[in-house]
Structures are given as structure tokens and as C-alpha cells.
């Protein structure tokens, strides 16, 4: 009995010590962060947040983990967003046309033909007064940005027509990402859009649901729309950011130390994501053609230009996005 009394209480003895050793591994725990994308993990903007988040350890001596969802695993794009204004997810990277149902200044990214050419967009997306006005804006509504990743430019990709027109849009159900300027430019070159997730295209595409979509070359490999779509048109109607976001009260909580290292390291994985982004292009692009059979084609982009023409003008006046407009048109002009 006595002895039976004399191990209880060594048993709870020992529990003590271990929960008080617990106590003092929680306060030296490293901090971790969830970060959630829909991309498969070959994919560009892939490699370039797990450089983010093997220079987030680095830099903070591993005070602070990153661990990655990839593949729509929390959720599409417009949920993740929602999971990152509450708290639920820490970090996420979405695309900046699905962020325009947050914030109406992220819809001029899905203004067709905004920016004349790669290298233009570039200029403007380093411009501190177009990151300035951008990256803190949303914090009220729960999270703020901290960089971008190139996402390419995007592309009209049919299932079995050639488009080089907008005549030949006539009727073509095209799938466009949930952002109701992509809807109006799909409706201005004359075809039918249909808004949906990403992760529905290839099924859509595949049953007839859809004719075509439209993105950067990775979907035809990367996310296998290759296998479906057979024709890719360089109309080259936007250049869209992946949007690389955090939770505000998350970055606010952090020391200034740890902050510092989370923006130094989402700057210096946009400026790693380049290289990997032209490789992947260049490499998907010729599995595209010759192991799936996809057929790449220069079109004059003179028509579709022309044709967005009045959702410029309404871009230009529209209360909502007449300053963020005009922001833009002069950052091209900037030195
Ligand atoms: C791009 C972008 C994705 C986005 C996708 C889409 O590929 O990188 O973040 O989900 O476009 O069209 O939905």
C-alpha cells in the first residue's frame, strides 16, 4: 500500500517536472506561420515561397517556421483570403485578380492592356508610391501585402479552335478568374466568360463546359491543361501579379527584429522567383508543344486592344479606380 502511495506520488512528481520543462519549451518554441497557395509544387511561385521560408529560418537564427500548404489544400483562392483576414492562415499568396473583390485598386491589374509590355509592368510594380499606396491599404480589413511574384502574362487557350480575332470570339466560353474586370474584358472582346476557380478548369474544359481560359504558360503543364486545350494564342491581354499576403495583426505582433526579417525575405524571394520564372516558361513551353501537342500562335493584338478601349475610359472615371488609374499612368512615366 505504502508503496503503491510512494509511486503515485513520484509518478506526479514527475508529471510536474515535465509540464514545467513544457512551460519553458513553449517560450523558446519557434514561431510558426501557415502559408497556403494553390500552385502545384514544380511550380515557379512554388520554389520561390519555400525560398522564402528557408530565408525566414535563416535569418531569424530559426525563431520562425514556415510551413507550406501548396495545391489548394486549405482552400481556393477566395477562401484562403478570407482564412487570412481572420488569423486562420498566417500567409498566403493569391492571385491580385481575385484580391480586387477585397480592395477595388487591385482590379486595375485585370485592366487588359494596362501595361505595354513586361518590362513596363515591372517599372510600375516597383514603384514605392504604387507599393505604398497598395501593400498597408488593407490592413483594416485584416491583412496587408508584403511583395509580388511575377505571374507572367496571360493568354487565350482554346480546346480545338484558333482564335486571331476578336470576330472569332464570338461565342467562345471563356473561363475568366472570379474578378468582374475579367468578365467585362472577356464580354468587350466578345465572348462569353464564365468565372470560376482554377482548380475546376481542366474538368470544364474537358466536358465542354467551357471553350477556353485564359493564363501564363505553367497551366498548360503545371496544372495539365495541356492535355485538353490545344491551341495557346499570345494575346498577352494582362500581366497579373501573384499577390504574396499576410495576416495584419500576425505582422503586428511580431518583434521589429522578426518583422525586418520577413520583409527582407520576401523581397529577396521576388527577386529569386525571376530566374526560376523565365527558366519554367521556357521549359514548359517546349513540353507543351512537344509532348502534348499544343499549338503556340502570334496574333495581332490590335483588335483586342481596341476593343477594351471603353473600359479604359471607364477605368479613367469611375470613382473607385480613377485614382489607382491614374497612379499607374504616371508611374510608367517615372525616371
Ligand atoms: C495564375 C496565378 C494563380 C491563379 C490562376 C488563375 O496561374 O498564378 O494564382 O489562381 O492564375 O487563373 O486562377
Redesign the pocket.
Known amino acids: 500500500m505504502v508503496k503503491k502511495s510512494v509511486i503515485t506520488l513520484f509518478t506526479v512528481l514527475l508529471l510536474f517536472i515535465l509540464a514545467g520543462c513544457q512551460g519553458d519549451s513553449d517560450q523558446t518554441k519557434a514561431i510558426e506561420l501557415k502559408l497556403a497557395?494553390?500552385?502545384p509544387l514544380e511550380?515557379p511561385?512554388h520554389l520561390s515561397l519555400a525560398e522564402f521560408a528557408r530565408l525566414v529560418e535563416e535569418k531569424s537564427s530559426e525563431e520562425i517556421k514556415v510551413k507550406i500548404y501548396p495545391n489548394a489544400q486549405l482552400g481556393s483562392?477566395r477562401e484562403v483570403i478570407e482564412l487570412t483576414q481572420t488569423g486562420a492562415v498566417d500567409l498566403a499568396?493569391?492571385?491580385a485578380?481575385?484580391l480586387e473583390g477585397f480592395e477595388s485598386d487591385y482590379s486595375i491589374f485585370s485592366l487588359p492592356y494596362i501595361f505595354e509590355d513586361y518590362e513596363t509592368y515591372e517599372k510600375v510594380m516597383n514603384n514605392e508610391k504604387v507599393t505604398d499606396k497598395l501593400y498597408n491599404q488593407t490592413e483594416d480589413i485584416g491583412f496587408i501585402a508584403l511583395t509580388y511574384?511575377n505571374?507572367g502574362q496571360?493568354h487565350l487557350y482554346t480546346k480545338d479552335r484558333e482564335v486571331h480575332d476578336v470576330n472569332d470570339m464570338r461565342g467562345l466560353k471563356v473561363?475568366?478568374?472570379p474578378s468582374q474586370t475579367s468578365v467585362q474584358m472577356i464580354n468587350a472582346f466578345g465572348g462569353i466568360p464564365t468565372a470560376m476557380?482554377?482548380g475546376e478548369?481542366y474538368t470544364a474544359i474537358q466536358s465542354g463546359v467551357i471553350d477556353a481560359?485564359?493564363?501564363?504558360e505553367?497551366?498548360l503543364v503545371g496544372?495539365n491543361h495541356g492535355e485538353v486545350a490545344k491551341y495557346f494564342m499570345y494575346t498577352g491581354h494582362q500581366i497579373?501579379p501573384?499577390m504574396f499576403i499576410m495576416n495584419a495583426t500576425k505582422f503586428n505582433q511580431l518583434s521589429d527584429d522578426h518583422q525586418q526579417v520577413i520583409k527582407e525575405a520576401a523581397q529577396e524571394s521576388t527577386l529569386y522567383h525571376e530566374d526560376v520564372w523565365a527558366k519554367t516558361i521556357e521549359e514548359q513551353t517546349e513540353i507543351a508543344k512537344d509532348e502534348m501537342g499544343v499549338n503556340f500562335i502570334e496574333v495581332d493584338k490590335t483588335p483586342f486592344i481596341d476593343a477594351v478601349q471603353p473600359l479604359h475610359e471607364q477605368f479613367a472615371k469611375d470613382e473607385k479606380t480613377k485614382e489607382i488609374y491614374q497612379l499607374i499612368q504616371e508611374a510608367k512615366q517615372d525616371e
Not at 213 to 216: D, I, R
Open positions: 497557395h494553390n500552385l511550380h511561385v483562392e499568396k493569391v492571385s485578380s481575385q511574384y505571374a496571360r473561363r475568366v478568374q476557380d482554377y478548369v481560359a485564359e493564363n501564363n505553367t497551366a496544372n497579373v501573384d
